[in-house]
């Protein structure tokens, strides 16, 4: 059964710092990997989908790695601000037909970025 | 072009009641699935619809059900409601089982 873990629960930093979040995931068979942002009593906002084959995703100020061999990945942001304040999620998608498109979360990491 | 489009936002039922939530998935998206979101338990999968057809389905009670129509919309039952119940459900659209989801702003149930 896959599990993911993300670390740290929790984050806070000052504007402008440069932050890495962690995303680590049991299974290696996996399609992808899905980065979302969810702000307080909303829906989640897909930020970068990275598929197995790739090592890495750019969006903005935004850089996502996937080390699909040791189960990880990474969500690199730069410059924080404090509109990226919200909690982020990772999520993976199990290889096979019978997996659908079924996505494992991990717990998330509530961002605070401190004017 | 529009996004993931759920109502309705809150609710608010009585134990015992059911409920029928409804996701209108992005135009051209044939896969939609439906996950419950809790402080306890996070995002846990609920089921998949994929062509009118459920392809996958997560560790819920048989009180939680749903079904697709033919234009893609989706709709999730939950009878006899408990107060274990209350939680945020999200619906995601994809276009098919590999590619990027999308998910709506979610439905807010409160069982009282």
């Known amino acids: 059964k896959q599990e993911v873990t993300q670390i740290p629960a929790a984050l806070s930093v000052p504007e402008g710092e440069n932050l890495v979040l962690n995303c680590s995931f049991t299974?290696?068979?996996?399609?992808?990997l899905q980065w979302f942002r969810q702000d307080p009593g909303k829906g989640l906002t897909s930020l970068l989908l990275?598929?197995?084959?790739?090592r890495e995703q750019t969006s903005g100020r935004l850089n996502a790695s996937l080390d699909k061999s040791s189960g990880r990945s990474t969500l690199y942001i730069a410059a924080s601000q404090p509109g990226d304040s919200a909690t982020y999620l990772c999520?993976?998608?199990?290889?096979?037909?019978?997996?659908?498109?079924?996505?494992?979360f991990g717990e998330g990491t509530q961002l605070t970025v401190n004017p | 072009k529009a996004g993931v489009t759920q109502t309705p936002r809150y609710l608010i039922k009585t134990r015992g009641q059911q409920v029928t939530l409804s996701c209108s998935p992005i135009?051209?998206?044939?896969?939609v699935s439906w996950y419950q979101q809790t402080p306890g338990q996070g995002l846990q999968f609920l089921f998949e619809?994929?062509?009118?057809?459920?392809?996958n389905k997560g560790n819920f009670p048989g009180r939680f059900s749903g079904r697709q129509f033919s234009n893609s919309r989706s709709e999730m039952n939950v009878s006899t409601l408990e107060l274990g119940d209350s939680a945020l459900y999200l619906c995601?659209?994809?276009?098919?089982?590999?590619?990027?989801?999308?998910f709506g702003q979610g439905t807010r149930l409160t069982v009282v």
């Open positions: 995601a659209s994809s276009y098919s089982s590999n590619t990027e989801a999308f």
């Open positions: 299974d290696s068979a996996i399609y992808n």
């Open positions: 990275i598929q197995s084959s790739q």
């Open positions: 999520a993976v998608k199990g290889e096979g037909e019978t997996s659908g498109s079924r996505l494992t």
């Open positions: 135009s051209g998206h044939r896969s």
């Open positions: 619809y994929f062509s009118e057809t459920q392809r």
